[in-house]
């Protein structure tokens, strides 16, 4: 039996709509896999070991957590970065996702500098993006759908061609309600506006993530679970997003 240790960042500040939910997906899904997980929580100012984690969590946040997370996540920007050039998965939701890039302007025209891992800026607009999401997605070299819960006044936008999307989007808005793209994904990372929680609707997903701690390990995925309840709750807010008006 191996054991996983997931990095929950910034619990207190960054966690909207039950983002905490991907967690607790990842860890029974672990169980359920035969291993243990256990669940770190780290906050403002905490020294952070990204080298003794299998993966690192930041949930959604509004303009002023975003604020408050941003000069401690600095300091450890170019640790983290390293390690997610070396293969960490990490899950950002929303606010998370928009401090990758090279800034963010909120709707007072302030600028907050991002932590520049990725080529993209947001921008805050007037009327917020909010409403139930179906992107598609091929994370796991196939064609597979996506669902979830959108709500945020960032518009991100990409500049950089070669960056690549974590889905494109059917319904709902995606990064900028524009050029159809949905959130990001780079080698274990996925940055994306998906909240719901993202995770328990999307079995595909969280295995990708699951897959990718087990194999750091040296672990393959010898047999897959039982989705059908997962699948149901997919398809089921697919049939109710594509039946709104
Ligand atoms: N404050 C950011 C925005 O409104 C992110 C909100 C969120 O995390 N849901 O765009």
């Not at 390293?82 to 025209?109: K, M, R, T, W």
């Amino acid at each position: 039996m191996a054991s996983f240790r997931i990095l929950h960042m910034y619990p207190e500040l960054m966690n909207l709509y039950g983002d905490r939910g991907n967690l607790l997906c990842l860890q029974k899904r672990i169980e359920w896999y035969g291993h243990r997980c256990i669940i770190e929580k780290q906050g403002l100012d905490n020294r952070t070991d990204f080298a003794s984690v299998d993966m690192v969590f930041m949930g959604g946040g509004s303009d002023r957590e975003q604020g408050l997370v941003y000069r401690d996540l600095l300091e450890k920007a170019a640790t983290l970065l390293e390690h997610i050039e070396n293969g960490l998965p990490v899950l950002c939701i929303c606010g998370a996702y928009q401090l990758l890039g090279n800034s963010y302007i909120d709707f007072d025209g302030r600028s907050m500098s991002g932590l520049a891992f990725f080529p993209f800026y947001t921008r805050a607009g007037s009327k917020r993006l909010i409403g139930n999401v179906i992107i598609s997605s091929q994370i796991n070299g196939i064609d597979e759908t996506v669902v979830g819960f959108e709500n945020h006044g960032g518009r991100t936008y990409f500049e950089d061609p070669f960056l690549k999307p974590f889905g494109r989007v059917i319904k709902g808005f995606g990064n900028n309600g524009e050029d159809g793209s949905e959130g990001i994904v780079y080698k274990n990372l996925i940055g994306t506006y998906l909240h719901g929680p993202l995770l328990p609707k999307n079995p595909g997903v969280a295995d990708f993530f699951i897959e990718a701690m087990f194999a750091r390990q040296g672990l393959k995925m010898e047999k897959y679970l039982d989705d059908s309840i997962e699948n149901t709750a997919h398809q089921q807010v697919i049939n109710k997003i594509m039946n709104s008006k």
